[in-house]
Structure formats: structure tokens, C-alpha cells
């Protein structure tokens, strides 16, 4: 699920010799988002109930790691498509972008990263103005791979629709709806859309259903990455009353 804070620096580092390197990209992108997300955003997400402060120095440490991945994914992918920037930025290009299916996972991870530094920047209206830079990266990914890493890119697309102005909240359920399909072993899915489709649309009962499910798939495949997602899913099940 995650890798340490020591072989992260030591992946950083490396990187640094060989940016191009997408793999080694895609690794490190992957590894600090899933550090902020673990340890630093659920984390606060616990304690803001006790210590509001102490909640804030975790999202503002998180937003800064996924900043950093963010950064080097960009970097990394800037050496195998020189117009992605431009592109991101509405701007015309020479050639259409196309990402190669096998550079999916950097730019969803450098995606994701992003759009995670975004959501805790909400105060920052610099760092929201990037949004539609996301979404366009996110529809590369899709164009790429759409059901990269057993339907977390769904899950990411449709977690975007519902951010975006004018989002529709039908459409993201189809995507929601696509990562539980794909989702293989994993409950991940069925969590994230239970966290942003229900709450978004107050939907209660599907709140509870969905999180409930993924409590009971988790105990029966009980491989780290499930029992991250089922702590989560707990949490949320607790806190039912504060999000409805």
C-alpha cells in the first residue's frame, strides 16, 4: 500500500539522476500520494473532533507531499510528451496528445496527487484555478487506460465530476458504478463511492449499504491495502450524522 518515508527520499533521489524514467516516476508519485492520504489525511480527518489545529498541520503537511509528487510526475512526463503542459493548459498543440497505456499509471498518480493538493487548498485560489488542468489530465489517463489499477481511475473520474462546476451527479455515479465493476478483490471502490457520490447526492441509505459491504468484503480479503479501506470505512459508518 504504501512505502516508507526513508525509501521514498532514496526513490526521490534516483529520480533525480534518470527523470525520464517513468516507472521510477510512477513509484514515487504513487508513494507519496498514498503516504498523504494513509497518514497524513485520514489521519487529520480523526483528530480535527479533538485538536482543529492539529488536523490543520497534517493537511497542510499532506498537501505539500502531494504537491511534490505532483511536481516529479509532471517533470518525468514532460521528458516522453513536451506539449502536456501546453495542453493542460488549453493551449493549442502541434499533435494531439496521446498517452501510451503503459505511462497511464504516472499520469494518473500525478493526477491524483494534484487533485488531493487541491481539495486541501481551498483557501488558495491559485491552487484551485488548476482544476480544469486536472480534469484534462484525468481524461488523457481515461483515454489511456480506463481501468487502470482495478477501477481507481473510474473512481478518481467520477469523484472529478461531482468537483467540477456544473458536474452531474448521474454521471458520476456511472463512473463510480465502473469501479466497482472493475474492481477486483479490492473495496476501495465501493468506499470512495459511498464518501463522495452519497454524500454529495445525501443519499443515506446508499451511504450505509456501500460501507457496510466493504466491511464485509475486506474481513474476507484481508490484504493490507483492504484493511487501510476497511479502518476508513469505519470511520466514515461512525461519523454517519456529521456528513448527512
Excluded at 500500500?1 to 527523470?19: D, F, G, T, V, W
Amino acid at each position: 500500500m504504501h512505502a516508507s518515508a526513508y525509501q521514498l527520499k532514496l526513490s526521490e533521489s534516483l529520480l533525480q539522476q534518470i527523470p525520464d524514467h517513468i516507472k521510477l516516476a510512477e513509484a514515487v508519485a504513487r508513494g507519496y500520494t498514498q503516504y498523504a492520504f494513509v497518514f497524513l489525511m485520514d489521519e487529520a480527518d480523526r483528530v480535527e473532533s479533538e485538536s482543529i489545529q492539529k488536523a490543520s498541520v497534517l493537511r497542510a503537511r499532506a498537501a505539500k507531499m502531494m504537491t511534490r509528487a505532483k511536481t516529479l510526475g509532471l517533470r518525468s512526463l514532460a521528458h516522453h510528451y513536451p506539449d502536456l503542459k501546453d495542453h493542460l493548459q488549453g493551449k493549442s498543440v502541434k499533435q494531439a496528445i496521446k498517452i501510451k497505456k503503459q505511462d497511464a499509471g504516472l499520469v494518473y498518480w500525478s493526477m491524483t496527487a494534484w487533485a488531493g493538493a487541491i481539495s486541501l487548498s481551498k483557501d488558495s485560489p491559485d491552487v484551485v484555478a488548476d482544476l480544469p488542468e486536472v480534469l484534462r489530465m484525468a481524461e488523457l489517463a481515461w483515454q489511456a487506460h480506463p481501468q487502470f489499477d482495478q477501477g481507481a481511475l473510474a473512481s478518481m473520474m467520477g469523484t472529478l465530476e461531482l468537483a467540477k462546476p456544473g458536474g452531474k451527479p448521474e454521471a458520476a455515479e456511472k463512473y463510480f458504478n465502473l469501479a466497482i465493476e472493475w474492481r477486483g478483490n479490492q473495496v476501495a471502490p465501493l468506499i470512495s463511492k459511498a464518501e463522495n457520490w452519497a454524500v454529495a447526492t445525501q443519499n443515506k441509505e446508499a451511504f450505509k449499504l456501500l460501507l457496510n459491504q466493504a466491511i464485509e468484503l475486506a474481513r474476507s480479503q484481508n490484504d493490507l491495502t483492504n484493511t487501510v479501506m476497511r479502518r476508513r470505512a469505519q470511520w466514515l459508518l461512525d461519523n454517519t450524522d456529521n456528513l448527512f
